[in-house]
């Protein structure tokens, strides 16, 4: 399976653009690059994806390395409720039945200083 | 409203019984996962379901059975093999497709004393 790396940890002054790496070198050419976030005591929600092309959505923006090797979220206002752990993975297909696994890694803990 | 359910919120347990946690989505999704975290921890994959009658053990199945008889419903079992049951249980669905999301439940916090 492909794998994410991501700091175990990050601090970002409130109103301010958070940008927050994730490495996936082993990625292949059809694994689609997920965030998402876990607020305490919560389930993850959603926060954008894409394959080669940056992405904008209202939460986020997504930019993807040319080589796809990286890719990095940006909030572009931090606010308090954006304190959260933010998951960078893959979807990978594992099987010639489309057998799909959704695994993730131990994320980024995102702290937002007021 | 569409969405995903997990019951109960909270769950206690005695050590060597067997408990079933509850996951309902009215999504009409083909796959559904099953997910254990830790204080402080990553999710960990137990097992997962990309279709009715169908699932697949994750990376931690030991002391964990599933079924999935309906499209809606995956419930977990955590059996008395599970050495360290007490944890924060996650459920989750989706299409299948990679190139959409999934959607969580709320998730289970199982206390076993």
């Known amino acids: 399976d492909a794998k994410t790396t991501q700091p175990n940890s990050m601090e970002s002054n409130e109103e301010e653009p958070v940008h927050l790496p994730c490495n996936h070198s082993?990625?292949?050419?059809?694994?689609?690059i997920h965030w998402y976030r876990q607020l305490p005591s919560q389930g993850p929600e959603y926060v954008i994806h894409g394959l080669t092309s940056n992405v904008n959505n209202r939460m986020a923006s997504l930019a993807i390395a040319e080589d796809r090797k990286s890719s990095t979220l940006i909030l572009h206002r931090a606010t308090l409720r954006d304190a959260a752990v933010y998951y960078c993975?893959?979807?990978?297909?594992?099987?010639?039945?489309?057998?799909?696994?959704?695994?993730f890694g131990t994320g980024t803990r995102l702290t937002i200083i007021p | 409203d569409g969405g995903i359910t997990q019951s109960p919120k909270y769950l206690f347990r005695k050590e060597g019984q067997n408990v079933t946690l509850s996951c309902e989505q009215n999504l009409n999704h083909d796959a559904m996962y099953w997910y254990r975290q830790d204080p402080g921890q990553g999710l960990r994959l137990i097992y997962y379901s990309q279709i009715v009658n169908d699932f697949q053990k994750g990376d931690i199945a030991e002391g964990y059975s599933v079924s999935r008889e309906k499209k809606e419903s995956f419930p977990l079992t955590v059996t008395s093999a599970q050495k360290n049951p007490t944890a924060f249980y996650l459920c989750?669905?989706?299409?299948?497709?990679?190139?959409?999301?999934?959607?969580f439940g709320q998730g289970t916090r199982l206390t076993v004393v």
């Open positions: 993975i893959l979807r990978d297909i594992i099987s010639n039945f489309g057998n799909e696994k959704l695994t």
């Open positions: 989750a669905s989706s299409t299948g497709t990679t190139n959409t999301e999934a959607f």
């Open positions: 082993t990625i292949s050419g059809t694994d689609y």
